[in-house]
């Protein structure tokens, strides 16, 4: 079966713009997270969701926010980009039956803030 | 390809001999732990996991190691190939749908 799809796979964009970035899992899997990874910073969970609920949220700021759609699809806004908020956002979809929380990661989305 | 880390931890190994990376983890409440294998351009590839009731598991060509009492776990690869050259990453879930990763170490294998 298909593996986890992000989209797009790169992206430019301005100081003080937006973005929204897409995720979506491998089918069954109600389970998404989201991490930003940075050289300085390594890999830093950004949130959770299943079944449309947040059920855990990182260290970030408000700008980062994001939301799951009834067929588990994800999408994660920054608002007010950062020159900082260049980095790697990677999704990773997980069955989470409670037997195992074995996460399958895409292959991310590189922004870059200019 | 992409940099995951311009500072970090390094590893050399010849072919063929066995690579031991470690990690140390920070809480003591983590009760499943990860390693992930990162190649350019990838995203993190699951290796082998490990629950905190077991100190032992074994993969195909990857043993991992749990010792709860000092908070370390290692991975162990045996018989090194070019392949396995990536950044290897730890990570610790205390149960509460949050994976924290450790900072990754890089390992070379020379030929």
């Known amino acids: 079966k298909a593996g986890v799809t992000q989209t797009p796979r790169y992206l430019i964009k301005t100081r003080g713009q937006q973005v929204t970035l897409s995720c979506s899992p491998i089918?069954?899997?109600?389970?998404v997270s989201w991490y930003q990874q940075t050289p300085g910073q390594g890999l830093q969970f950004l949130f959770e969701?299943?079944?449309?609920?947040?059920?855990n949220k990182g260290n970030f700021p408000g700008r980062f926010s994001g939301r799951q759609f009834s067929n588990s699809r994800s999408e994660m806004n920054v608002s007010t980009l950062e020159l900082g908020d260049s980095a790697l956002y990677l999704c990773?979809?997980?069955?989470?039956?409670?037997?195992?929380?074995?996460?399958?990661f895409g292959q991310g989305t590189r922004l870059t803030v200019v | 390809g992409e940099s995951v880390g311009l500072h970090l931890p390094t590893l050399s190994v010849q072919e063929g001999d066995n690579s031991i990376i470690n990690c140390a983890y920070s809480?003591?409440?983590?009760?499943?732990f990860i390693w992930y294998k990162q190649e350019s351009g990838k995203g993190p590839q699951f290796i082998i996991d490990?629950?905190?009731?077991?100190d032992k598991r074994q993969g195909q060509r990857v043993t991992v190691l749990l010792n709860k009492t000092v908070k370390h776990l290692s991975l162990q690869i045996a018989a090194t190939q070019p392949g396995d050259s990536a950044v290897y990453f730890c990570a610790e879930n205390t149960g509460g749908f949050k994976t924290i990763f450790g900072a990754g170490t890089r390992l070379f294998v020379k030929a």
């Open positions: 089918s069954g899997h109600r389970s």
């Open positions: 969701y299943f079944s449309e609920t947040q059920r």
């Open positions: 809480n003591s409440a983590s009760d499943y």
């Open positions: 490990i629950r905190s009731n077991m």
């Open positions: 990773a979809s997980s069955a989470n039956t409670g037997s195992t929380t074995e996460a399958f």
